[in-house]
């Protein structure tokens, strides 16, 4: 039956048209069911439930529900250019949050006009490189930066062809790169000269950006010249589209975003939003977290995210089986680095004691979930392609500006990230010696698919001993590519975690930190070189002559290309005042007496056979003390009279990590 806003809602057979007609009803206790279909709307329930009467969110008997962000698009006509245009007035999405437009065909996302064209992988878009950098001026009363570069392979080397387009740039090469964007403002030839509010470049040379520095144009009509790209030209108010297959859009299903949000829970408290689909949209539990505007009309530092000390005043939450694609796109990138986009994209979970499992979450240009507050816990879902701008995002976020406490990070999978995979910053344990804040069982993999110096888990600073443990680290390649990385670090536990195919293993970054306290113990590292840097793999590395308080028991270390890895070493770098207890250090030969006799390396089962030599060959590692407190120990369960070394105990069940829900195709 057709539902209708002036029915009761309160029978089947007279149902409400939009879920905010019934959110604006729904009372504690309540269940508001909805029939399958598309509802492109945005709901912000009224009311909270309360403790002992939620108020809860579902389909119907468990109907195909999908909450769209998106609109159709219809009345297409050819144009002489043979792309086809259809009306959309210049305000047609009006973000709250500084998104982009968006153009789906058959809901799959298309690219915005661009050179290169397009690459079919959202996560590995094409680009091209800077190959030779001019010169780099800032002007501080106008908060301006011009830079002027060369690109050999630009074409047309046609004056001023590309004047007008927005650029972003990665302005670094075989190193962490700052993504910035702006706007191309001269051209002669293959010279383009752009600017941009943000004074990023390159790593130890803020003055340039590197030979190599890999960049992309977009948005100027006259680059929609490839199939499956799109612009919006809204002088015209028209959208000009090219299918992927040159085909007519009206034999397709041609959408284009309209709003940032599904639910907006923010403030709410004690309310279940469980089972439905996300269509190019997100979900909020705050929308303080972040606006993504940093700069006003005269280039001032607006600073618009949750600061410090602070915590959303949404609780007890739950968001559950939540099935997402296209959460976030956005394509400025004049901010902050960690900040503009690090706090409000994905699924923002802010707040205290809320829950997300169960969550199957595809495509975002930012990151799959951020968390911020404090006791909130992500546990068991599946997050693949996100942080495709290349921001400083990840699949799991805890924020960077904004208390962020005692989280639980676990059972997730991750994979085909731009940048890190879990990107714990600001994590911390609310009170000193109780060791709550903790990630762990996650399995993450292919991240740093667009940059360099980073990892499957990239922390920062003082992790007031938060435990990361028996994860699976695996599959990333590139310069300083790690499992597990805290960098300026000290004060992490970090136990029982399987890492292989990556250049560096363990990185512990103390960045001159006099007192480390990396906690590293029963880990198994398989390190493999990827990049050709003559200094790598390592097992553990750090390039600083301090790491007091570190502990380095238990492990066990490989290198699985010994001889094209130049300088290998298991452990390398201002380890001196560390303690390195028993470990098994493999010389990757078949056979050797440190062979560990893996059950299947091929298979990349790590679980020891019967005759391994790490069996019974470690040390109970016990509790420690550092900066005054008393640490204790995680010591897995032994069956021998010792316990083995690496991450898996033989004879105890082995344990596994990631999340029980099925991939996407």
């Known amino acids: 039956m057709r539902g209708a806003d002036t029915n009761s809602g309160s029978r089947l057979d007279a149902p409400f048209a939009h879920i905010q007609r019934a959110a604006d009803m729904a009372q504690p206790g309540d269940v508001v069911c909805v029939r399958g279909g598309t509802y492109r709307e945005t709901v912000t329930p009224p009311h909270s439930g309360t403790a002992q009467a939620p108020i809860a969110y579902r389909p119907y008997r468990q109907e195909a529900v999908t909450i769209s962000g998106a609109d159709v698009v219809t009345e297409w006509s050819r144009a002489a250019d043979g792309a086809y245009r259809a009306a959309m007035p210049a305000d047609f999405f009006r973000s709250t949050i500084n998104q982009s437009d968006q153009v789906f065909v058959d809901g799959r996302m298309m690219a915005l006009a661009r050179w290169p064209n397009p690459s079919p992988d959202v996560s590995r878009p094409a680009k091209s490189t800077i190959t030779k950098f001019i010169r780099k001026t800032r002007d501080k009363a106008t908060n301006w930066t011009t830079a002027v570069f060369e690109d050999a392979a630009l074409a047309p080397a046609e004056d001023n062809y590309y004047v007008g387009a927005e650029v972003v740039i990665q302005p670094n090469k075989d190193a962490w790169s700052w993504t910035l964007s702006g706007t191309v403002i001269a051209q002669q030839g293959r010279q383009l000269t752009i600017r941009s509010r943000n004074d990023s470049g390159q790593d130890g040379s803020q003055a340039a950006y590197a030979v190599g520095s890999r ?17 919006h030209d809204r002088r015209a108010g028209q959208l000009a589209l090219r299918c992927p297959d040159g085909s007519d859009p009206t034999q397709h299903s041609i959408e284009a975003k309209r709003r940032d949000y599904a639910f907006n829970l923010d403030s709410k408290s004690y309310i279940i939003v469980q089972g439905f689909h996300l269509f190019a949209c997100s979900l909020t539990t705050d929308i303080k977290a972040g606006s993504g505007v940093e700069w006003d009309d005269n280039g001032n530092d607006r600073y618009p995210w949750r600061g410090a000390k602070t915590i959303a005043p949404a609780h007890h939450l739950v968001i559950d089986g939540i099935d997402a694609k296209y959460l976030n796109h956005f394509t400025d990138m004049s901010g902050h680095f960690f900040l503009q986009w690090g706090q409000n ?69 991750i994979r085909r990230c731009g940048r890190s995979g879990i990107l714990p910053r600001n994590l911390r344990n609310s009170t000193p010696g109780h060791l709550v804040a903790r990630i762990h069982h996650n399995d993450i993999s292919a991240c740093m698919l667009q940059d360099f110096d980073g990892g499957c888990l990239y922390a920062a600073g003082d992790g007031t001993f938060t435990r990361i443990d028996h994860n699976w680290c695996h599959d990333v390649s590139g310069f300083a590519a790690s499992g597990i990385y805290p960098d300026a670090l000290n004060n992490w536990i970090i136990d029982h975690n399987v890492i292989w195919n990556v250049e560096w293993g363990i990185h512990l970054q103390n960045n001159g930190v006099l007192i480390a306290n990396a906690l590293c113990y029963n880990n198994t590292i398989l390190v493999r070189n990827t990049s050709g840097v003559s200094y790598g793999p390592f097992g553990f590395a750090n390039n600083a002559n301090h790491n007091e308080g570190s502990l380095l028991v238990n492990n066990l270390v490989a290198c699985l290309n010994p001889a094209e890895s130049k300088g290998y070493r298991p452990v390398s770098g201002g380890f001196e005042q560390a303690e390195i207890g028993k470990n098994l250090f493999w010389d990757s030969i078949a056979g050797s007496a440190t062979d560990p006799h893996f059950a299947d390396i091929l298979r990349f089962v ?60």
């Open 606 to 665: 790590f679980t020891l056979q019967a005759d391994s030599p790490a069996r019974d060959a470690g040390q109970v590692v016990s509790a420690v003390t550092r900066s005054g407190l008393t640490i204790p120990a995680f010591n897995d369960p032994v069956s021998g009279v010792a316990p083995d070394l690496g991450a898996y105990e033989f004879g105890q069940p082995p344990w596994k990590a990631g999340c029980t829900l099925p991939a996407h195709h």
């Open 215 to 231: 960049y992309y144009l977009h948005n100027l009509g006259k680059l929609l010249d490839a199939d499956g790209e799109w612009y």
């Open 345 to 413: 994209t994905g699924i923002v979970v802010s707040g205290s004691d809320n829950i997300i499992r169960n969550c199957t979450l595809q495509y975002s240009a930012g990151h799959g979930i951020v968390t911020l507050g404090q006791r909130n816990k992500v546990i068991n879902n599946l997050i693949e392609d996100v942080s495709y701008q290349q921001a400083d995002c990840a699949g799991i976020s805890t924020g960077g500006a904004a208390d962020s406490f005692d989280h639980e990070i676990a059972y997730n999978t």
